[in-house]
Every structure is written in structure tokens, then in C-alpha cells.
């Protein structure tokens, strides 16, 4: 390990006592290159941020040191709004961000969070859950901060626990600056929500696939036509669309030889000129450095590149993929701990390189007890996928399918 690493590793176990909580704040070197930015309202926000629901990690822990590398980079190139929720990476984002943050000034990046929908069970809890965020984040407000993913099973909690009037007290005592929610839901309900009050944003799934294939256009256009700023999420589809099958990605890399998959699919998002913020969960440090390029050598998408997204988006419909993003929330809930986004990740390969040995080595390779035959049909996932997939059908049809393919060698 190196020294720096030892240093930081040593600090973050004695609760960050030793390096990152000195008397002064970290000085932030601006590179001369800063990420394009939007308004949004009168502030300018970086029109990439770093999404914390995908962490570094490593040994099955959040890589600290690697964070604290991607934080630097960010900061010092503009890339300064960070997301984080009460349950990710299985609660331990806040922790982290928060930990890495606190060693820069407040008022030098911007920090979202979200109310759990699902945990409120009165609307005293809100405030009790928001308490304990901002305790976890080390922060004392949040910049931007949401009903965390409103669909038909948390609206009936979100409006029954009065949520939004809850966060408009945080809000009215300054501990919130801008108020918001994350979307799941269908069209109807979105109008519902929009016009029930009056919110600072919305953060809606929106990339080229699900423009075209599920119900991303109609989303953004109700938010658009009621003018209520959009945060976009999953705008790769979860890793989707940066590792695309090979007839896409070849069509991809002939039209537009200077973009990466990422960073096409990346700035086709920004041609929404509604949105001015893009959440994107990288990994690693190669991954944000090469977003952070993408919006620092900023080029705005065509209407030639349009056509792009649209060929490529013919390809991957006629692969047969399943919608995973990859998300996990499913098993958050699963009693049986299937690995739901494994199993489907590994079909999807499958459905584009139509290699039936390596799916069933792969497939194999999983744990007995995380297999698709052990699911009971409880639904439970189901009711929790924010793609609304119908999960223990899909199980089955995988589960089939692996057999066939085994078969087949
Ligand atoms: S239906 Fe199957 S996969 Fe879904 S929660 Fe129940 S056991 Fe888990
Ligand atoms: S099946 Fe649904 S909930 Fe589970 S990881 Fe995929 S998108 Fe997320």
C-alpha cells in the first residue's frame, strides 16, 4: 500500500480523525479547465455530478482512497454537485461522501439527498430520518434534497405523511435549500405530482433507450411543458449503454469516431435543454476523468448524432435485453437474496454475443443460493424495481433460457 493510501485508510478507520479534520479546510486548485455548467435559478450548476449509488469499491468495502482522488479531481475541475441517498450502497454512502467532503469549504460543492418514501410511517419521521442524514453527511443543509422515488408504492406514504409539507418547514428553516423529488412512476402520476405543488426540480430517468423504448420523452416533456427544472439519473442506463453490444457499438464508433460509448450517451442528455444537471455513478477514477473531459471539452449533440441514437437504439431493441439498470433495490427486499441484477446482467450479455457456453459458465459461476431457482414468487422485488419489471418471470425465462443454451454447446 502506498504511503498516501496508509495515511488515508488509517485517518478513515480512526473515524477521520488524523487527516481530514485539521483546523482549515482543503484549498481547491482550479484546473484551467472547468465543466460546462446550467442555471438553475440563480446558481450554476455543473451539468455532471458525480451520482454516489455506484461507489469505488473494494474488498467488498467503499474504496476511500479512491474517492478521495475522484472528489479532488471533481472539485478541481468544477464537477462539484454530488448525489447521495439514505440507502445506498446498503446506507453507507452518506458516510462516505460526508467524509470526504467535510474537508472542503460548505459553500464549495453541492450536496443532494433523499428522504427514504418507504421508511415514513408518520410525518414526524421525516425530519427524524432527515436529522440522521445530515448527522451522516457531516453537513448542516443539504443544497438539493427530494421525496426519494415516488411510484404507485410510495405515493400513498408521500402524500398520506404530508412529505413535501414537511420538507417546506426544512426548507423554511434553512437547512434545505431547494426542494425536489425522484420519479418512477407512469406519465398520470407525474402530471399528479407536478401539479399538486410547487417544486424547486424533479430528477427523472432519462437517457437515448428510454427515450424511445419506455416513457423517458413523455416524462421530461410534462416536466418541461410545467417548467420544473429535471436532474437526470441513469442517464447510461446503469453501465448499459457504455458497454453495448457489438453491432450497436460498432455502428457507434463509425458515425461518431471521437465520441466513447459514454460520452455519446452523455451528451445526448444534455440536448434537453430543461435539464441542468446530469447524475452519473462512476466507479472509478478513469471513469470520472473521462466524463469530467466529456464536459470540459464540452461539444453540443446534432441532429446528425440524433440519428445515431436512433440506429443504435433499433439494434439494441431487437437484442431482446432485459431493462435492468442494476439499481439493486430488489434485493433490498428479496427473502431468498437472489442476485436479481447478476442473473439479468448475465442474460443480456448473452443476448448480444449469443455465447450459450460462456452464459452457462458464468451463470454457474454464481453462488447456488443467488440462482434464479430459488426464487418462492413472493413478488416482493417486483413491487420495489423502479423499471417496474416483473422480476420472478423474467427469473423463469432466464433460468429456461440457460438451460437451453447449456444444452446447445
Ligand atoms: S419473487 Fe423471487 S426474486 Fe423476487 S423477492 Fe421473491 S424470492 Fe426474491
Ligand atoms: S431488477 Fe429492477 S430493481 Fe432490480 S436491479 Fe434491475 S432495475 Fe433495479
Known sequence: MKRREFIINSALALGGAALLTGCGKKEIKKSEKQVVKRKFGSLEIPLIALGCMRLPMRDGKIDMVELDKMVEYAMEHGANYFDTAYMYVEGKSENAIGEILKKYPRESFFLADKSPAYLVNEPGDVRKLFNEQLKKCQVDYFDNYMVHNINENTIKNYRDNDMYGELLKLKKEG???????????????????????????????????????????????????????????????????????????????????????????????????????????????????????????????????????????????????????????????????????????????????????????????????????????????????????????????????????????
Open 175 to 409: 437547512k434545505i435549500k431547494h426542494v425536489g423529488f425522484s420519479f418512477h412512476g407512469d406519465p398520470d402520476m407525474l402530471r399528479e405530482v407536478i401539479s399538486e405543488h410547487k417544486w424547486d426540480f424533479c430528477q427523472l430517468q432519462i437517457n437515448y433507450l428510454d427515450w424511445e423504448v419506455i416513457n423517458a420523452k413523455e416524462l421530461y416533456e410534462i416536466a418541461d411543458e410545467a417548467e420544473v427544472p429535471v436532474i437526470v439519473m441513469e442517464p447510461l442506463r446503469g453501465g448499459g449503454l457504455c458497454n453495448l453490444p457489438e453491432k450497436a457499438a460498432n455502428k457507434l464508433k463509425e458515425d461518431c469516431p471521437d465520441d466513447t460509448q459514454a460520452s455519446f450517451g452523455l451528451r445526448w442528455v444534455t440536448s434537453k435543454k430543461r435539464v441542468f444537471t446530469i447524475l452519473s455513478g462512476m466507479s472509478n477514477f478513469q471513469q470520472l476523468k473521462e466524463n469530467v473531459d466529456t464536459f470540459t471539452n464540452f461539444r453540443e449533440f446534432t441532429e446528425e448524432e440524433e440519428k445515431t441514437a436512433k440506429a443504435v437504439t433499433q439494434i439494441m431493441q431487437s437484442q431482446g435485453a432485459i431493462n435492468c439498470t442494476a439499481c439493486k433495490y430488489c434485493m433490498e427486499v428479496c427473502p431468498r437474496g437472489i442476485n436479481i441484477p447478476a442473473i439479468f446482467g448475465l442474460y443480456n450479455v448473452y443476448k448480444s454475443n449469443g455465447n450459450g457456453f460462456m452464459f452457462g459458465v458464468n451463470y454457474n459461476a454464481l453462488k447456488e443460493s443467488e440462482r434464479a431457482d430459488k426464487c418462492i414468487n413472493c413478488h416482493l422485488c417486483s413491487k420495489n424495481c423502479p423499471q417496474g419489471l416483473d422480476i420472478p418471470a423474467l427469473l423463469k425465462k432466464v433460468e429456461k433460457t440457460v438451460k437451453e443454451a447449456a444444452n446447445k454447446k
